[in-house]
């Protein structure tokens, strides 16, 4: 088996790992009591009494806190402006670059969830906190997905330096170094969405 089998056949190990991940996350959903509904999740009655009662007055929740910790507020919300910008140009960027290069665009609605800023447990600070962090994070992933895509169509070729974590396409790459698979094949692979399409 060619070293190139084996890590397909690792990375195929992984995406069938994560799928039962996600099967169970889903009958873990069981446990706490909501269901979908009408394009939105509706949790029991009973739950939400027994819950919604506990729930920490904002300006308790706000005065418990440490004041250096109140300081930086600004500071994290002021990241939020080379986020919009960042979203509007990564989204004008594939909406007009992808069709030419022919990939499949990233559906940034897969990425960029926002549902759990109305949660009944969550006091209004805690609520706005989400908000911030499921945009903020939603929104890397999907830039992410759109380099990666980008990536594999202008320089598909893995480092020499062993990554922390790598985008979803990165598994296609040529090996650092592999310069004949690369030139002999930088075609193929630059075209190769076909496993977005199914």
């Known amino acids: 088996m060619s070293n190139n089998s084996k890590i397909n056949e690792i990375y195929e190990k992984i995406k069938e790992l994560e799928e039962d991940l996600k099967k169970e996350y889903e009958k873990n959903k069981e446990n706490f009591h909501f269901q979908k509904a009408f394009n ?17 007055n904002s300006f308790k929740y706000l005065w418990k806190e440490r ?20 979203d509007i140009f990564v989204s004008l960027y594939q909406a ?21 800023y109305n949660l009944f447990y969550l006091n209004k600070i805690q609520q ?39 985008h979803s396409r990165y598994k296609n790459f040529f090996d650092y170094g592999d310069a004949k698979a690369y030139q002999e094949e930088v075609d193929i692979i630059r075209e190769d969405f076909n496993d977005l399409k199914k």
């Not at 999740?41 to 729930?55: A, G, H, L, P, R």
């Not at 004041?67 to 960042?86: E, G, H, Q």
């Open 67 to 86: 004041i250096s910790i109140i300081l930086t507020i600004p500071i994290i919300w002021s990241v939020l402006i080379p986020a919009f910008l960042l």
């Open 40 to 56: 939105k999740f509706q949790f029991d009655t009973e739950y939400i009494k027994e819950y919604k009662s506990k729930v920490i």
């Open 128 to 166: 706005i906190n989400c908000l911030y962090c499921e945009y903020f994070n939603g929104l890397i992933g999907y830039v992410r997905e759109v380099a990666g895509r980008t990536e594999q169509y202008w320089c598909p070729i893995k480092h020499a330096e062993k990554m922390k974590d790598t």
């Open 96 to 116: 007009i670059c992808f069709p030419i290069y022919k990939i499949p665009k990233v559906k940034r609605k897969d990425y960029i969830i926002i549902d759990r």
